[in-house]
């Protein structure tokens, strides 16, 4: 009996298909709520206002862009069926002005996590190359990468080794796929869809041994080492360098290494700044079951380095006594905003004058964190022909309430009286980066509604933010979703349809999660292809049936080719 294309390609890949379990979240925007304007003709955008909502709520911090592929499936060979012989023209990744106002929005897909192995080659050569070729067959516009500091700089400081990065991108190269790098400088492992563990440089990882107190710490002495500390990033904690030294250093010699692929394969560099890659704290860690969704999680300030700058900053606001230590009444990871003193919607000390102490040094220490790194990669690839991007996290839950106490622990001081997004794009801005923000998927109806998730008014209320301070806005969703609903989501998402925007701006890019066996199942792959090409024909004169004539054609064509491969790789 002849095996469905799905089996088939899980048989292939050596990974069984399962299917993933989405937990999501959302956030509403600050002082004036952000308002859509009419969707285009044939797309819905149903925003559904839970009950008891705090109306005056400001946005939810942003959600971390996690990989929510569960199964964290690698690559079938069958994929290299799809790559057709006619193949689409590609749209140059341009920022024009603050936002891209081309005829469409180019479309990367993320590579998986362990495309590179730990012994510095290609993981499943084959299979990658096909699946390349299946995604350039597409219309897709390049692909994004973890390029790993855990596994380049793994041994030695300084010792680099990049050899499975320079097949990766010589193959990416010659399938004519641009690509989105990410400087990794985060573990992973113990995040949403974290599925292999590549863990810092062994080197780091023996200094943060000898101190302790280089990883983040909450309140009752539990070490996160996902990412260093920012209270050390000026301090020679890493044998004589420090941990931004470190930073400029691997993205000095990527660019040396690569400099004959910079501008035109390798169009972005997406800057890592803390756990997931995104800018942010990691207040939300799931390994060990620290914290589970839709929890507050908890501040991250309690190594030295980071209570040293506490007290300093206490002392020079004329208010020793709040430099001790960070709240100690803002409750455990998997609390609700209202089980604590200090985030409950009346009296709670978010709302006090030393919380507004807190929050504003603790805010402006991820700030402050941004700024040195992104001061490097610009000098590093101020004439390298590459954008620079940093990533921040969707956080959506409790986003309806007050205090917004996600986003608070994760470092957004985003609250009912202020818009923590602005700073953030400002910070952005003036380095000249984009703005990459996730949970663009998501829709306020399909989040829980006690939990008070806003996806969509958080979106809104980055979308603005970064049109107030012209910095692009580029997007991805924040777990795996393979439906017409979704893909709809995203297609008004990218559109920027708010108030204000009066000049036609849309998102300069959007990448999608992420290349899997899923992806290349036949039903999934046909609503993909269907959504690159409506991605990249926004604004053209094509009517919305054409394009989806001219997708199905392309899978029909494509079709017996994956049926024969399939076949033929069996054996």
Not at 255 to 277: S, Y
Not at 324 to 340: I, L
Not at 344 to 352: A, C, P, Q, S
Not at 497 to 511: D, H, L, S
Request: glycine content about 8%; overall charge neutral; proline content about 6%.
């Amino acid at each position: 009996m002849a095996l469905s294309m799905t089996h088939q390609i899980s048989a292939l890949s050596g990974t069984p298909i399962r299917s993933t379990d989405a937990t999501s979240s959302s956030v509403e925007s600050v002082s004036a709520s952000p308002m859509w304007k009419s969707p285009a003709a044939g797309l819905t955008c149903k925003i559904q206002k839970p009950e008891g909502v705090d109306r005056l709520s400001p946005p939810l911090s942003p959600c971390r862009s996690p990989v929510l592929g569960a199964s964290r499936p690698d690559l079938s060979m069958a994929c290299r069926a799809f790559a057709a012989k006619a193949e689409s023209p590609v749209l140059e990744h341009q920022v024009r002005g603050p936002h891209y106002k081309g005829t469409g929005v180019p479309v990367y897909v993320m590579m998986p996590l362990d495309s590179v192995t730990m012994h510095n080659s290609v993981n499943r050569k084959k299979a990658m190359n096909a699946s390349l070729q299946a995604l350039k067959s597409a219309g897709v516009e390049g692909v994004m990468m973890d390029v790993w500091w855990g596994l380049v700089e793994r041994d030695a400081p300084g010792a680099y080794n990049w050899g499975g990065y320079a097949e990766l991108l010589e193959m990416a190269r010659k399938h004519g796929l641009k690509v989105q790098a990410v400087m990794s400088f985060h573990q992973c492992g113990g995040n949403v869809g974290d599925s292999v563990t590549i863990p810092l440089p062994k080197w780091v990882v023996e200094e943060v041994d000898k101190d302790p107190d280089l990883a983040y710490t909450d309140q009752w002495g539990k070490r996160n080492c996902e990412y260093l500390s920012l209270g050390a990033d000026t301090l020679p904690v890493l044998k004589g360098r420090t941990p931004v030294q470190c930073y400029a250093d691997f993205m000095r010699a990527f660019r040396d290494n690569f400099k004959h692929l910079l501008g035109d394969t390798v169009v972005e560099i997406q800057v890592g700044m803390g756990p997931a890659g995104e800018l942010r704290y990691p207040s939300y860690p799931e390994s060990n079951g620290t914290w589970q969704f839709p929890g507050i999680g908890a501040f991250q300030c309690f190594d030295k380095y980071m209570l040293s700058s506490l007290k300093a900053a206490a002392e020079a606001a004329g208010k020793p006594e709040w430099g001790s230590t960070g709240p100690t009444d803002a409750g455990h990871y998997k609390n609700w905003p209202e089980d604590t003193p200090f985030f409950r919607k009346e009296g709670g000390g978010w709302n006090t004058a030393y919380g507004e102490f807190f929050l504003g040094w603790y805010s402006q220490m991820l700030l402050d964190h941004g700024e040195r790194i992104l001061t490097s990669a610009k000098s590093i690839f101020e004439e390298a022909g590459v954008k620079i991007s940093v990533k921040v996290a969707g956080i959506h839950w409790h986003y309806g309430t007050r205090s917004h106490a996600p986003e608070l622990t994760a470092g957004y001081y985003n609250t009912r009286f202020r818009d923590g997004y602005i700073p953030i794009a400002q910070m952005l801005a003036r380095h000249g980066a984009i703005f990459n923000f996730t949970c663009v998927e998501m829709r306020d109806h399909e989040q829980p509604q006690e939990a008070q998730c806003l996806p969509e008014k958080l979106v809104r209320q980055v979308a603005m933010a970064t049109q107030k301070v012209n910095v692009p806005l580029a997007g991805e969703n924040a777990l795996p979703r393979y439906d017409d609903y979704a893909h709809e989501q995203i297609l008004e998402a990218s559109s920027l349809n708010v108030e204000g925007n009066t000049q036609g701006n849309q998102m300069c890019a959007f990448t999608y999660l992420r290349m899997n066996p899923h992806l290349f199942q036949p039903d999934n792959w046909r609503r993909f292809v269907a959504f690159v090409k409506k991605m990249k024909e926004k604004g053209s004169r094509k009517c919305r049936e054409e394009v989806e004539r001219e997708a199905e054609h392309f899978v029909h064509v494509s079709t017996p080719l994956v049926q024969e491969a399939a076949v033929a790789l069996m054996h």
